[in-house]
């Protein structure tokens, strides 16, 4: 008789089973954050201690989650030491703008993300994987997917959002992307403890050629676009870059509002998703009993769908890998809020001024809320289990007002992609695969994903 495989287990950082002191504390922070976290994370439906930076809360249980993220949110800001982190890279772009910038901006993108704009995504995103997909056509060496799965999302990214109009070179922008959320995209020892703005910081210091980079490309980007609105303003594409190139003036964005979200989508907007696929064909390839059927589910579909946008809910399987991947791996492992008057929920009092944490890290591996929390199985989020995992135990995109705008896109671009890799080839772990999760600000293999492809 048969009995099933044990699940695989990914890499991942065990609780620590003793607090850190201060000194270790900023060094596990500034080197991993997702190393910091000990049993009671993985346990208690909260924690209130005084950190380093002041009262800390952080937030397990689903109710204090929405809580915090909906009901009670107008009381929510963004975490302090967040936006020291965030806004040197994106300013006033959507993730890190508050308060009436935050909803000029938000205004001014919902058209792009609408059910009907996503469908028209597909095609493109097709296309793009397609022809990126020739690259492991005779392949025979050793390929880092994680680099790889970068370039395929800027390449949907720039093709959709931005119909092929991104200024700059794409090898180049993939390791510019890396330097710049290996420097300016960690935690810095002075942020933590609230050192004044003036104090300089080591890690911006050794990003700033790298985010000149970055202006400068956005800069080129809108010259070209707002060149072509005044040459033949009818046979411009109404995409993300016209949208809100049209959304300046005096009720609208400024043009820096606009540089600024522009940076961010084509910065964090098309990581996370890389980061997401990587590390689903890494899981995939060290469970190979859960690899077949997704293929049988791939090659069945692929066979009698040829329409894209049907693909997201004919493949569940293929999308219960990503959502599994996705809990595993969260590309934003850490959502941080701060009261602006004291708070309370059940018994805990949340006071002005506290960092407030919703960590995806650890309540997607809470031990209260999931069954085997540390083990690779997307049987989870297959139809009839999917439904009944709580919608505040399962955060990959957030949640409440602050929702990932580009959840939808995210998702179809991701299972378009996977459907025509794993279609075609096979991705198999080698020694040199030793991956290490890591946070700097989306969830990065450290050393990357080494992997052999061959064709199937």
């Avoid at 089973?17 to 208690?44: A, C, D, F, H, K």
């Avoid at 005096?250 to 961010?264: F, H, K, M, S, Y």
């Avoid at 293929?318 to 934003?332: D, G, S, V």
Wanted: contains cysteine; neutral net charge; glycine residues 6%.
């Amino acid at each position: 008789m048969d009995t099933a495989p044990a699940p695989f287990i990914p890499p991942a950082p065990k609780p620590r089973s003793t607090p850190p002191s201060t000194l270790q504390m900023i060094r596990i922070v500034y080197r991993n954050p997702l190393e910091l976290w000990g049993e009671p994370s993985y346990n208690e439906p909260w924690i209130s201690v005084s950190g380093i930076g002041g009262p800390l809360v952080i937030a397990n249980d689903p109710g204090l989650i929405r809580h915090v993220l909906v009901d009670n949110a107008k009381n929510y800001k963004m975490a302090t030491v967040r936006q020291k982190i965030l806004r040197p890279i994106l300013r006033d772009g959507l993730l890190t703008a508050e308060g009436e910038v935050w909803k000029r901006s938000r205004k001014a993108m919902a058209p792009v993300f609408t059910p009907r704009h996503i469908f028209g995504f597909a095609q493109p995103m097709l296309k793009r994987t397609l022809a990126f997909a020739e690259r492991y056509e005779g392949e025979t060496g050793t390929v880092d997917i994680a680099h790889d799965m970068t370039m395929l999302t800027y390449d949907i990214l720039a093709e959709t959002l931005f119909s092929g109009e991104i200024a700059g070179e794409p090898g180049s922008f993939a390791r510019q992307i890396d330097h710049l959320f290996e420097t300016m995209g960690r935690v810095d020892p002075l942020d933590l403890l609230r050192a004044p703005d003036w104090l300089p910081r080591i890690t911006r210091i050794r990003g700033r050629k790298t985010m000149a980079y970055f202006r400068r490309i956005v800069a080129d980007t809108m010259a070209m676009r707002s060149a072509r609105l005044a040459r033949e303003p009818e046979a411009v594409p109404e995409d993300f870059l016209t949208l809100l190139l049209r959304a300046e003036g005096p009720n609208g964005l400024t043009r820096d509002e606009i540089e600024d979200n522009i940076i961010t989508f084509i910065g964090a907007g098309h990581e996370t998703t890389a980061r997401a696929l990587g590390w689903t064909l890494y899981c995939l390839s060290e469970a190979p009993w859960e690899r077949a059927p997704i293929e049988a589910e791939i090659d069945a579909v692929l066979a009698r769908e040829p329409d894209p946008t049907k693909w997201l809910d004919a493949m569940p399987l293929t999308r219960a890998a990503f959502e599994e991947a996705l809990r595993l791996y969260p590309p934003a492992p850490s959502i941080n809020r701060e009261p602006v008057e004291t708070d309370r929920y059940k018994d805990l009092e949340i006071r002005k001024g506290s960092q407030v944490l919703v960590m995806p890290w650890t309540v997607h591996r809470h031990r209260k809320h999931w069954e085997q929390p540390d083990a690779f199985m997307p049987s989870r989020f297959h139809p009839g289990n999917r439904e009944k995992i709580d919608r505040y135990q399962y955060l990959p995109f957030g949640a409440g007002p602050r929702v990932c705008i580009g959840a939808s896109f995210a998702m179809q671009e991701a299972i378009i992609a996977l459907a025509i890799l794993l279609s075609r080839f096979r991705f198999e772990t080698v020694a040199e695969t030793r991956p290490w999760p890591v946070q700097k600000l989306t969830t990065q293999p450290q050393g990357g994903l080494p992997m052999q492809v061959t064709r199937r």
